[in-house]
C-alpha cells in the first residue's frame, strides 16, 4: 500500500526567504508525484508532478520539486517565499494502475511573516 | 486549463435529510471522478472511485448505502449524502480525471453542516 510523509505540520518563513517542504512516500514502484495548494475557501490546486524523466521538475509560482528515489522523497522548494504562498500544502502520491487513486500526506501549514 | 466545478459550494441542512453535491468537468471530459472528505485541519481522505457508467468503488470504512455516488456521464458525478447525522459534516471534495491522463483536478470543495 502507499503512504506519504510530510513531517513538517507547521513552518514559518519570512517573506524573500527560501522555503523546502519535505515529503517521503512508500510505494512498490516509482509512483507519480504531486504537490497541491489549498488556500482557504478555494480548491486545490496543482503545483506540479512527476511522472518520470528529469527528477527535477518545475512547476507554477516559481516552485520546483526533486524526485530522489534512494531517499523515497519528493521536497518542494521555492527560491524565495511572497506573502500569497501561505497556505497549505499537500504532497500526494498516485497509484500508476489505471485507477490512480490519490494517498494524500497530512499537509504543511506555511505561514509567511513580513 | 481544466475546471471543475462544485454545487452547492456550502449548504446546511437537518438532521435526517439527504443531501446531493454535484461535480462537473466543464471543459474535459473525466471518465473516473473521485471524492474526498477533509476535517478541519486534516488532510483529504479518499471515499470513493467512481467511473462513468459503472458502480462506484468505495474505500474501506464508507458506507455505500450512506454515501450515493452515481457517474452517469462524462462531466457529472453527484454525491448524495443519505440520512445525514452531525457527524457527516464535513468538506466534500472531488477531483476528475481526464479520459487520457494521471493528473486530478480539483473541485472547489463543498462544506456541509449537519444540525
Known amino acids: 500500500a502507499q503512504s506519504v510523509t510530510q513531517p513538517d505540520i507547521h513552518i514559518t518563513v519570512s517573506e524573500g526567504a527560501s522555503l523546502e517542504l519535505r515529503c517521503n512516500y512508500s510505494?512498490?514502484?516509482?509512483?507519480?508525484l504531486f504537490w497541491y495548494v489549498q488556500s482557504p475557501g478555494q480548491g486545490l490546486q496543482l503545483l506540479l508532478k512527476y511522472f518520470s524523466g528529469d527528477t527535477l521538475v518545475q512547476g507554477i509560482k516559481g516552485f520546483e520539486a526533486e524526485f530522489k528515489r534512494s531517499q523515497s522523497s519528493f521536497n518542494l522548494r521555492k527560491p524565495s517565499v511572497h506573502w500569497s504562498d501561505a497556505a497549505e500544502y499537500f504532497c500526494?502520491?498516485?497509484?500508476?494502475?489505471?485507477?490512480?487513486?490519490?494517498?494524500f500526506g497530512a499537509g504543511t501549514q506555511v505561514v509567511v511573516t513580513p | 486549463g481544466a475546471v471543475v466545478s462544485q454545487h452547492p459550494s456550502r449548504v446546511i441542512c437537518k438532521s435526517g435529510t439527504s443531501v446531493k453535491i454535484e461535480c462537473r468537468s466543464l471543459?474535459?471530459?473525466?471518465?473516473?471522478m473521485f471524492w474526498y472528505r477533509q476535517f478541519p485541519k486534516q488532510s483529504l481522505m479518499l471515499m470513493a472511485t467512481?467511473?462513468?457508467?459503472?458502480?462506484?468503488?468505495?474505500e474501506q470504512g464508507v458506507e455505500k448505502d450512506k454515501f450515493l455516488i452515481n457517474h452517469a456521464s462524462l462531466t457529472l458525478s453527484t454525491l448524495t449524502v443519505t440520512s445525514a447525522h452531525p457527524e457527516d459534516s464535513s468538506f466534500y471534495i472531488c477531483?476528475?480525471?481526464?479520459?487520457?491522463?494521471?493528473?486530478?483536478?480539483f473541485g472547489p470543495g463543498t462544506r456541509l453542516l449537519v444540525l
Open positions: 510505494y512498490g514502484a516509482t509512483p507519480y
Open positions: 467512481s467511473n462513468e457508467g459503472s458502480k462506484a468503488t468505495y
Open positions: 477531483s476528475a480525471r481526464r479520459t487520457s491522463g494521471e493528473t486530478q483536478y
Open positions: 471543459d474535459f471530459q473525466a471518465t473516473t
Open positions: 500526494a502520491v498516485g497509484a500508476t494502475d489505471s485507477w490512480g487513486k490519490l494517498q
